[in-house]
């Protein structure tokens, strides 16, 4: 963290005034280390919460007004708005999350009783895709139930934030980031099925390896647009797979049964899709067999897998990511790398054995920096907590 609660406390009373009680927050991002676009499609993911994330400071105001502060943005300043206003708004930029949010709570039946002034840091590098838009929504949902007083899950908020990001930001997205942030835990992956949300928590403190993200630097756009294509893909095989086997989700299917009914699906490229959300729910729920067996070997081969289904069935790669994943799969103690995230650029990881880490970030870097002309990022992952209070 680049800033203490203090100073974000002393910031927060210089921005909005002193006076009344302030109380503040975290809420993680995530790395998901297998099961990559499984979430929509009633699949397993196996993603943690990293330490870096989102904080918020928090202060309840007596009218319906809402100030919000981003020392991240702070070129645009103090962003006033109130809670008759909560309408998604270009030029409301970053504040449409918790706006979102707001929005949710209230078409949900929790209230907002009045409006607040909040203060908002955040530590994930932007566009790298380790899920600064969940945790800040996750972030919003914990700020405003426990200054309202709210009985709300944790599990709930999570749906929450991502019933805003569909419904008010028009980002399509699945279950998955929100629930890592709300519902992380110290040093261990969750392993969800979305199509239940029952977890389980599988300890990652592996002793002889670290789970190293690169920051590719890069973010395609349309971004979200495409992500919800892959989404309407998914959606449209489903719907031809349900023709001839009865089926809730692809997330029901095994390889074989795939096989089986896949020429009933009329496209190719969703045909394509559904295979990689088939392989890949299968592929999930084998790795963390494996990890429970403490076999990281055969973790990391199914990583290596996913990356080559993603690039090739699902294309949610690019250039970048897979140069990273393929210098990666070259260097001697790299268990598993590939590309993380909804893809489109962000981040790989990796699975590292200890003493391979510097060689490995060697390797990478330079002939990173030399094809494509971005420098490469490298953060060692500590596995956090869920959001909580900090105070
Ligand atoms: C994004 C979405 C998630 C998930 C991943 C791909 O991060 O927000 O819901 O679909 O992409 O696994």
Aim: aromatic residues 10%.
């Amino acid at each position: 963290m680049a800033v203490s609660v203090q100073e974000l406390k002393d910031k927060f009373k210089e921005l909005f005034g002193g006076d009344g009680e302030i109380h503040a927050y975290f809420a993680p991002g995530r790395v998901n280390l297998i099961g990559e676009h499984t979430d929509y499609n009633g699949g397993h993911v196996f993603p943690c919460a990293l330490t870096i994330g989102t904080y918020g400071v928090i202060r309840p105001r007596t009218d319906r007004k809402l100030r919000f502060y981003s020392i991240n943005f702070s070129s645009l300043g103090i962003i006033e708005t109130s809670l008759d206003d909560l309408v998604p708004d270009e030029a409301a930029d970053w504040t449409n999350y918790p706006k979102g949010v707001m929005w949710t709570f209230e078409k949900r039946g929790y209230h907002l009783p009045a409006g607040a002034d909040i203060l908002i840091y955040g530590d994930i590098p932007a566009g790298s895709g380790l899920s600064s838009s969940a945790s800040l929504e996750v972030l919003t949902g914990l700020m405003l139930r426990d200054t309202f007083g709210f009985d709300i899950s944790m599990v709930d908020l999570a749906l929450i934030g991502q019933y805003s990001e569909n419904n008010f930001n028009g980002m399509n997205c699945g279950i998955m980031d929100q629930f890592a942030s709300a519902m992380g835990k110290k040093d261990c992956a969750i392993f969800l099925d979305t199509s239940t949300l029952e977890y389980e928590y599988a300890p990652i403190k592996l002793p002889d390896a670290k789970i190293v993200i690169t920051n590719s630097k890069v973010k395609h756009s349309l971004v979200s647009s495409a992500y919800n294509d892959r989404r309407r893909e998914c959606e449209t095989a489903l719907e031809d797979l349900q023709k001839v086997v009865d089926i809730k989700t692809l997330g029901d299917l095994t390889e074989e049964q795939f096989e089986q009914y896949k020429d009933a699906i009329q496209d190719p490229v969703c045909r394509k899709r559904a295979k990689h959300a088939v392989y890949e729910n299968q592929r999930t729920i084998r790795a963390v067999q494996a990890l429970k067996a403490n076999d990281i070997e055969t973790f990391g081969k199914l990583m290596n897998e996913t990356h080559v289904s993603l690039r090739d069935d699902f294309e949610v790669s690019c250039a970048e990511t897979d140069l990273l994943a393929e210098l990666a799969w070259k260097v001697p103690g790299v268990l598993g790398s590939r590309i993380t995230g909804g893809g489109f650029g962000g981040c790989t990881v990796s699975i590292v054995k200890n003493e391979s880490v510097d060689l490995f970030i060697r390797s990478l870097d330079k002939p990173y920096k030399e094809k494509t002309g971005h420098k490469a990022e490298f953060y060692v992952v500590d596995v956090g907590d869920g959001a909580h209070a900090l105070d």
